[in-house]
């Protein structure tokens, strides 16, 4: 992931300590079904795509500009799949960030899928059935897409302990992680 320009400013007054960030994950499906996958160039792990909102930017335009930038694949958002506040992140240079996600399920209308700006190793469509290894983060998010329901987000005071206890669908099955990425 690219540490956007306003973030380095941001970094350059407040050091290494925790920044809230808004991080919008995009999963894109084809007219045949298939999903949107990257093999990230920081990690070498596929993933569904996302990154970070620019100041003044909608949450939905993020996920469409994200989405071309990276793939060089044009899309429409659908539906909001879920709002998740993700547990801290620290970089190996030690910046900490922790990323308010929210996920939109996506359709693309174009584009011949690409590694377009050099976060990506690889982008591939892969069937659903035939998704290559995942972390928590994007099984859960590509998941939840596939699925017609309701905006998913954790109800007040149910924090992850109260959902494991009570067997509620407390976010993934398995707790979602964030996106690794070079520091933010």
Not at 92 to 100: K, S, Y
Not at 152 to 180: K, L, V
């Amino acid at each position: 992931m690219t540490t956007p320009e306003f973030i380095r400013a941001i970094r350059a007054g407040a050091g290494q300590l925790l920044l809230l960030l808004p991080g919008v994950t995009a999963v894109v499906f084809d007219d045949r079904g298939r999903v949107l996958l990257g093999r990230r160039a920081d990690t070498g792990h596929w993933s569904v795509i996302g990154g970070i909102a620019e100041p003044g930017e909608q949450p939905a335009e993020t996920a469409v500009r994200e989405v071309y930038e990276e793939t060089a694949v044009r899309c429409v958002p659908e539906r909001v799949v879920l709002v998740q506040m993700q547990e801290p992140v620290t970089y190996p240079n030690g910046d900490v960030c922790q990323f308010q996600d929210i996920t939109f399920r996506c359709r693309a209308t174009g584009g011949e899928p690409r590694p377009a700006d050099g976060e990506l190793l690889e982008v591939a469509w892969f069937e659903p059935d035939g998704l290559p290894p995942l972390d928590p983060f994007a099984v859960d998010r590509v998941r939840r897409a596939r699925r017609e329901e309701p905006t998913w987000f954790e109800p007040p005071g149910s924090g992850a302990e109260a959902g494991a206890e009570s067997g509620a669908d407390s976010g993934a099955g398995s707790e979602p992680g964030s996106e690794p990425g070079a520091g933010a």
